[in-house]
């Protein structure tokens, strides 16, 4: 952890940048792998499975490698190679399934049947790693808490995570209130959106077009309701971006000098659209590397 988070300004915005890239996998996902591959091995377990669209099943992988234990990655098999080769290299049996996300998400629990499952979505353990995003942001700020946290949002793992960090500071009274959380989705893919927006109790029906932000790709998140009650209790919003805004976002902040994933990019095309005044303190992470995208990235360049 620890990952630096640097002061800087993007377009006319005044914001913070938490460097998640810079983690040994190279996305945030290493935060939630450590601390529940750590408990599997604390339980005993010699083998996992765990299905993602690529960067939890690297981490996933790589903990799994350093830990001795046998590890089998379910993916979409439209995932980006670089993110493939990733978990081949460390030592995962790679299992790529045709069709969306949630066809890889039932593919697995088959396996899940007999083998022990290292999910980032249904594991708590998962989640108590990614809250120490807020912690060390909380830190880094002088033991300060920010005023918006921008995050893009699939299911949900380092918003809730960032959310229960920060309940954690408040009940121990060393924070006197929440950050607003944005959630950022691709228009192409939001039913948390439209089931925050339209008040509704269930994640709505609805059939989800491609989008170049993998990551968040998700049509049917399992902690959907409790995604969208940590954004309505810290008083923050749900916006959305177009394919065409993330591309835009992707290519400004790489002339900025920074290279990151289209996921990433989403959280930066959705700050265009959040109501911030220019005093408070914005922290946006980025999520995962552009390494992990290079063939999808010279394809859009």
Request: glycine residues 8%; contains cysteine; hydrophobic residues 45%.
């Amino acid at each position: 952890g620890f990952t630096p988070l640097l002061e800087t300004r993007i377009g006319g915005n005044r914001i913070w940048i938490k460097q998640e890239q810079l983690f040994p996998t190279g996305s945030y996902k290493d935060r939630g792998a450590s601390v529940l591959i750590s408990r599997a091995v604390e339980l005993g377990i010699r083998k996992v499975v765990e299905d993602s669209s690529g960067n939890a099943g690297a981490a996933i992988a790589a903990y799994a490698a350093l830990a001795g234990i046998e590890c089998e990655i379910f993916v979409p098999e439209a995932t980006a190679p670089a993110k493939l080769a990733q978990i081949e290299l460390y030592g995962a049996a790679l299992h790529k399934v045709p069709g969306s996300r949630e066809d890889t998400a039932r593919a697995v629990l088959v396996a899940a049947e007999t083998e022990f499952y290292a999910s980032h979505s249904w594991s708590p353990f998962f989640f108590y790693g990614t809250k120490t995003y807020a912690y060390e942001i909380w830190e880094q700020l002088g033991f300060n808490t920010p005023d918006v946290l921008i995050i893009p949002t699939g299911n949900g793992t380092l918003l809730i995570g960032a959310y229960l960090g920060f309940q954690d500071l408040l009940s121990q009274n060393l924070i006197s209130a929440l950050p607003r959380i944005i959630a950022v989705q691709s228009e192409n893919c939001a039913p948390l959106h439209k089931m925050w927006a339209d008040r509704l109790e269930q994640l709505p029906p609805r059939q989800p077009e491609k989008t170049i932000a993998e990551g968040i790709a998700i049509a049917e998140p399992i902690r959907g309701r409790q995604i969208v009650d940590a954004v309505r209790k810290t008083e923050g919003a749900f916006v959305t971006v177009s394919e065409r805004e993330i591309l835009t976002a992707l290519v400004e902040m790489g002339r900025n000098g920074w290279f990151m994933e289209p996921t990433s990019a989403a959280a930066f095309a959705g700050l265009e659209k959040c109501s911030i005044d220019e005093r408070e303190t914005v922290v946006v992470p980025i999520t995962g590397h552009g390494l992990k995208s290079t063939d999808k990235l010279l394809s859009l360049l």
